[in-house]
């Protein structure tokens, strides 16, 4: 990692090495020159893992892992520097590695469909959510007694792609029936551009939240709503169903094959669907628990584990022939 990077995650098989290049501050100007100059020069022929869409063009063994097509599906949806860096770097990404992999079906044909990636992609290793079993309820630092007795719960940054302008007018079709909607999530105006405003005043807006306060939130929703118009993959429904919160998820891109029959989906643009779907959680106390039960069964199919030695079966296809052993 750079030298001047924060770095706090408790490793405890994974050696953290500092490293830059000359002269010494010219690599800590930016992450991306970073990525494409110091990482290659110190790993040398080593294969380098990366986990976010872009790789090092420098590298001869790179593993990428690209999560989907949205600056060319929605280019709206990021601002321009963030957009042109990354309709350059990703179609160069793919080229440019051994392996690559994405988080669906749904993204692997949309990012070899729109001529971003070469060839399909060598395995789908979608997101884990059993990180999320880390979290606790009790360390949060939300107070329950200042939550709605009954309210939807939406998470997300404040990107046009995460609709939330629908959860803002599903909160006065709610306000009615005794549901309150409440948001959280942050902004970052560098990657999203101009975030997408709020409409209601019946909308309770928490803004960044910590994970076990995110337990608390989930465990004490009548339904989590993720309304998003595109996703590669959408991992906080899946996070929901960890602790037993229905989900009222978009009908839309990747969501049916992530999501499954373990959730309610709804057309995004339709208003009156979404309201039906909370409508029928909030009376239907059958629907509520069966939804819980198959949310559980879903989520627990989706393992970082899998996913990792996914990983490492192609680390293992582009070292074993010049190295002579597996990883």
């Not at 110190?42 to 976010?52: A, E, K, M, T």
């Not at 919160?245 to 208003?271: F, K, Q, R, Y």
């Amino acid at each position: 990692m750079p030298g001047d990077a924060e770095f706090d995650a408790p490793l405890h098989a994974v050696r953290v090495e500092r490293v830059g290049l000359w002269p010494p501050r010219l690599w800590t100007l930016s992450s991306r020159l970073w990525e494409q100059l110091a990482l290659p020069y110190w790993s040398g022929r080593d294969p380098i893992l990366n986990f976010c869409n872009t790789a090092p063009v420098l590298s001869p063994r790179n593993v990428t892992c690209l999560h989907d097509a949205n600056v060319w599906l929605v280019p709206r949806n990021y601002s321009l520097g963030f957009r042109l860096l990354y309709r350059l770097l990703l179609p160069l990404s793919v080229r440019r590695s051994r392996r690559w992999m994405t988080v669906s079906r749904f993204s692997g044909e949309q990012l070899h469909g729109f001529g971003v990636a070469d060839r399909p992609p060598e395995a789908i290793t979608p997101c884990g959510a059993d990180h999320a079993l880390r979290w606790s309820s009790v360390r949060s630092s939300l107070d329950p007694a200042r939550l709605p007795v009954r309210y939807v719960l939406a998470l997300g940054s404040r990107s046009l792609n995460k609709n939330f302008a629908l959860a803002h007018e599903l909160a006065g079709h709610l306000a009615a029936k005794g549901i309150r909607v409440v948001t959280a999530g942050g902004d970052n105006s560098k990657v999203f551009g101009r975030p997408a405003a709020s409409r209601s005043s019946e909308v309770i807006a928490l803004g960044r939240v910590s994970d076990d306060d995110l337990a608390l939130l989930y465990e004490r929703a009548t339904a989590f709503l993720f309304p998003s118009l595109y996703e590669g993959f959408g991992l906080p429904p899946v996070e929901a169903m960890q602790f037993g919160c229905p989900v009222v998820a978009s009908n839309t891109t990747s969501m049916p094959e992530v999501l499954g029959d373990a959730a309610l989906l709804c057309d995004p643009a339709v208003i009156g669907e979404w309201a039906a779907a909370v409508d029928r959680l909030a009376s239907d106390a059958a629907l509520r628990q069966e939804l819980i039960r198959r949310g559980r069964e879903r989520a627990a199919g989706f393992t970082w584990r899998r996913s990792a030695l996914a990983v490492l079966r192609m680390v293992d296809e582009i070292t074993a022939p010049s190295a002579g052993t597996a990883v």
